[in-house]
């Protein structure tokens, strides 16, 4: 008992979701003795689904290790290819498959269920059958776990749309900040040339516009109305691994990864475009601005934002309903870099 607790209060002891599964699989490993314990992931829209390890280890494994967040989709097993696993998703219960050889390890699924969604599986590998005892244990382990995962939601997401809030940006960018700096340096010693890993990271301020009109004309609930349908369309735009935030009001903020410079701007279009394509109950049509700009090296959350602003604030001025890029603006003369010298701007 002493162990399991020091184990959970472990668990418990860590704000990052990375490493939340990271201890999860070690501390049942550590208790269970198993032959493997991963956790999977479902990633991917409706039509095309994907099981994304976010932590697994092996009885030997020192550590536990992951498929990269940036995976690309087709590299991934389809959820089809486990069927013990998709049917454990499905009906949001412990799944056993017993072994098809001799020698072979028995596998046990525990389904992964948030506050709206089953949203992944907890697989252990057994060299026999587990017993019922260490099965509760796993489950009520398992639950804390989800509790945990929910308090996070709550403290992290903004309680209408679901998307990360504000208060969780400043972490997300200088993680992808920093990410954005090792690759400019892997580009420089490569020559320029594209290199695999080496990414493009890319912030986007998102406006809806005259949204103060729809409020006015259908009234605050069909406004958030709005706003829920327009992060649903987000979501299905952007990839697993993107981070999307809202800002406050009709406002949200995208961290994008790309594999080159040029990518960024045609996503952001063809988000802009599926927006403006859609009908909107009650409403009709709704349009939205974007500004961005890339991530530099030593940037800070600030001037990344301000940059990405400046450009959404052209594409306001500029008829509305359009994506403005900081970096082509500046190049166009559209727009001037600011100089900053210590804490005051110079233009």
């Not at 990375?18 to 409706?46: E, F, H, K, N, Q």
Request: charged share 30%; aromatic share 8%.
């Amino acid at each position: 008992m002493t162990l399991v607790v020091e184990h959970l209060a472990e668990l418990t002891g860590f704000r990052d979701r990375d490493l939340l599964d990271v201890m999860l699989v070690s501390t049942l490993r550590d208790l269970l003795r198993p032959v493997s314990v991963g956790i999977y992931r479902v990633v991917g829209d409706a039509r095309q689904q994907h099981w994304l390890t976010r932590a697994r280890i092996g009885e030997h494994d020192t550590a536990p290790a992951a498929d990269p967040l940036w995976s690309e989709l087709e590299d991934l097993p389809a959820l089809h290819d486990c069927p013990e696993r998709e049917r454990c998703l499905r009906e949001e219960r412990p799944i056993e498959r017993a072994p098809a050889a001799p020698g072979e390890a028995v596998r046990l699924h525990f389904p992964i269920v948030t506050e709206h969604e089953a949203a992944g599986v907890l697989e252990v590998e057994t060299s026999a059958p587990m017993p019922d005892e260490q099965r509760r244990t796993t489950a009520g382990i398992l639950r804390i776990y989800r509790n945990f995962q929910s308090l996070l939601d709550y403290s992290e997401r903004d309680t209408l749309t679901g998307l990360l809030n504000r208060k969780t940006f400043d972490e997300c960018f200088l993680r992808l900040a920093v990410e954005a700096a090792n690759g400019e340096r892997t580009r420089a010693q490569g020559g320029g040339r594209r290199i695999d890993g080496a990414a493009f990271v890319h912030l986007a301020v998102i406006d809806i516009d005259h949204f103060k009109r729809v409020n006015d004309l259908h009234g605050h609930l069909i406004g958030d109305e709005v706003l829920l349908l327009l992060s649903r369309q987000l979501r299905a735009c952007f990839r697993f691994y993107d981070h999307l935030f809202r800002f406050g009001g009709e406002e949200f903020v995208v961290l994008v990864r790309c594999a080159s410079p040029q990518a960024a701007p045609e996503v952001f279009e063809r988000m802009r475009a599926t927006v403006a394509a859609c009908v909107f109950p009650r409403v009709g049509q709704v349009t939205v601005s974007v500004g961005m700009s890339a991530l530099r090296s030593g940037d800070t959350p600030g001037a990344a934002f301000e940059r990405a602003d400046k450009a959404l604030y052209w594409a306001k001025q500029h008829g509305r309903n359009r994506v403005a890029d900081f970096e082509a603006l500046v190049a166009a003369g559209e727009l001037s870099e600011a100089a900053r010298t210590g804490d005051v701007e110079l233009f």
